[in-house]
């Protein structure tokens, strides 16, 4: 299988999830930042009391999904706000993505469970504790189980044709 075998589809997706992952990354990251020297910053996405989401990157659970903490200092460079992490997921989906090997592929699906595994936590943190709607992490949500449906579909393509060429 051959760059130029990826589908189009794939392709485009892939690029369109990745970007907007960045893009939503890139955009918590500068609300929880903003709101750090700005107390009274508000955010677009602060739309009310339960429906802010400068409200929910600035909560515990925005930092080392609020479980750094409880291993390493609160202040911790080992405790990053989760938009760097998501910073790092979607620069590797992208980067990786253009890669047709079995190992990309399956570091592309395992990651993806990962993210997806993460955005659950978090949407049950969203949704049961924080008792908030945020339009940016919904988002989030939704780009990474579409990734984790593109790379699922990626892996079984080069799985069909590893077995097709041996």
Not at 87 to 104: E, W
Not at 117 to 128: C, E
Request: glycine share 8%; proline share 2%; with cysteine.
């Amino acid at each position: 299988m051959a760059a130029a075998d990826i589908p189009v589809w794939e392709r485009k997706v892939r690029m369109f999830l990745g970007v907007f992952g960045l893009i939503l990354s890139l955009y918590a990251l500068h609300v929880e930042l903003s709101r750090e020297h700005d107390p009274e910053y508000r955010a677009m996405c602060d739309l009310g009391e339960s429906v802010s989401c400068s409200k929910v990157f600035t909560s515990r659970w925005g930092r080392g999904f609020g479980l750094v903490q409880f291993f390493v200092a609160k202040d911790s460079p080992l405790n990053q706000p989760n938009s760097v992490l998501g910073l790092v997921f979607y620069t590797l989906q992208l980067g990786l993505g253009l890669s047709l090997s079995k190992k990309a592929a399956l570091f592309l699906v395992l990651s993806s469970w990962v993210s997806v595994a993460g955005s659950l936590y978090l949407a049950f943190i969203l949704a049961f504790v924080l008792g908030d709607f945020c339009m940016v992490c919904v988002s989030t949500y939704a780009v990474n189980f579409a990734l984790l449906f593109t790379n699922m579909k990626r892996r079984s393509a080069i799985e069909g044709q590893k077995k097709k060429a041996g």
